[in-house]
């Protein structure tokens, strides 16, 4: 067996795929000259760590449990016209992060909520902070079930390490007191150390019908609020705009 065959299959025993895939190419540059062997063993790690790096942000981007993968650049601005597309970059930016700020989209179902707080969160996963999405009502369930199996603070401080926690569709079903109590918890404890991004489709003026109680609702939006950016959202459902385009077609062609 060659050393050539004994140096691919050690590579491809390390796990350096990226430098395997590679090597003819550059030792065929160094051959004829147009590289030196330094530069040419230089550029093959640096393939190797660009292959890494991505790995492991795709790893972040996995782990933070998004409903699904769609960045800013898949957003039709053109759409929703009352959206201030410079403040949502601005968002994607991360400056927020820097003073623990939070982010409440406010808006109808279907105008793009969850997907700018998706977009915001996938930034903030690829650059290798903390981010965690999940859905009001789940989030309110595995508290409850915390508290029954008396491991209450360790689902709280869980939820409480998340550098970004998007926490989807508040208001779209009541809560009991329970519930609230628990809400109330964790956002306290995330108050001023560390961000959260909101999705509702209530106002705040009715979150004391979803929280039960106008005081336990302004003690929640209290600490939401101090430190925040809140982006209403007015305009069409992008769910019903395929449907709407779909009807229109049909009607057209009978």
């Given at each position: 067996m060659s050393n050539y065959v004994k140096l691919l299959n050690n590579l491809e025993e390390l796990g350096l795929h990226n430098i395997k895939n590679n090597l003819d190419k550059y030792l065929d540059l160094v051959a004829s000259g147009e590289k030196s062997m330094t530069d040419a063993l230089y550029e093959l790690s640096n393939l190797e760590i660009k292959a890494k790096e991505e790995r492991a942000i795709l790893g972040?981007?996995?782990?933070?449990?998004?409903?699904?993968?769609?960045?800013?650049?898949?957003?039709?601005?053109?759409f929703q016209p009352s959206i201030n597309k410079q403040q949502i970059m601005d968002l994607m930016s991360l400056r927020f992060?820097?003073?623990?700020?939070?982010?409440?989209?406010?808006?109808?179902?279907?105008?793009?909520?969850?997907?700018?707080?998706?977009?915001?969160?996938?930034?903030?996963?690829?650059?290798?902070?903390?981010?965690?999405?999940?859905?009001?009502?789940?989030?309110?369930?595995?508290?409850?079930?915390?508290?029954?199996e008396n491991r209450l603070e360790y689902r709280l401080k869980h939820f409480s390490k998340y550098k970004v926690l998007i926490i989807d569709e508040i208001g779209y079903l009541p809560i009991d007191n329970d519930g609230a109590n628990l809400f109330f918890q964790l956002i306290s404890s995330r108050y001023e150390k560390s961000s959260t991004i909101i999705t509702t489709n209530v106002v705040f003026s009715e979150w004391g019908e979803i929280f039960g109680g106008a005081t336990i609702a302004n003690a929640i939006l209290d600490r939401l609020l101090h430190h925040s950016y809140v982006i209403f959202i007015k305009g069409p459902s992008y769910r019903l705009q395929s449907k709407t385009a779909y009807f229109s077609n049909t009607n057209q062609q009978s």
């Open positions: 972040c981007v996995r782990v933070a449990n998004f409903p699904f993968i769609k960045g800013i650049e898949d957003f039709d601005f053109s992060l820097e003073g623990n700020e939070n982010i409440l989209f406010v808006g109808t179902p279907g105008v793009g909520k969850t997907h700018l707080a998706t977009a915001i969160g996938i930034e903030c996963a690829k650059r290798r902070y903390s981010t965690y999405f999940i859905h009001f009502q789940e989030l309110i369930a595995q508290l409850k079930k915390a508290l029954l």
